[in-house]
């Protein structure tokens, strides 16, 4: 079966941090580029890192910049999202996504004091 499974979510206090793991199975993620998407309640699904098939970045948002590190295990066919210094803006559910799958059930982040 061809799906992403995302997790690695949680509550954490403002300043904290997260890693995000996003699970391949019934193909080579790295085969792929892949992105990270958040979407806060009420919002719109939001790009906000991206690496290639090559491992190079494509991009990271510009409020994520800098506190977060998108970055790939081809080993366990897993991407990561490392997240420092969490603000309660990040507040939102997390997916991952690549051209081969349709969208997973996402991680909830929780950042609050």
């Known amino acids: 079966q061809v799906r992403l499974v995302e997790s690695g979510g949680g509550l954490v206090q403002p300043g904290g941090s997260l890693r995000l793991s996003c699970v391949a199975s019934?193909?080579?993620?790295?085969?792929?580029?892949v992105y990270w998407y958040r979407q806060r309640s009420g919002g719109l699904r939001e790009e906000i890192a991206g690496?290639?098939?090559?491992?190079?970045?494509?991009r990271y948002e510009a409020s994520v910049k800098g506190r977060f590190i998108i970055s790939e295990d081809s080993g366990k066919n897993t991407a990561y999202l490392q997240m420092n210094d969490l603000k309660p803006e990040d507040t939102a559910m997390y997916y991952c996504?690549?051209?081969?799958?349709?969208w997973g059930q996402g991680t909830q982040v929780t950042i609050s004091s």
């Open positions: 996504y690549t051209s081969r799958t349709s």
């Open positions: 019934g193909f080579t993620l790295t085969d792929y580029d």
């Open positions: 690496i290639r098939e090559t491992g190079r970045i494509i």
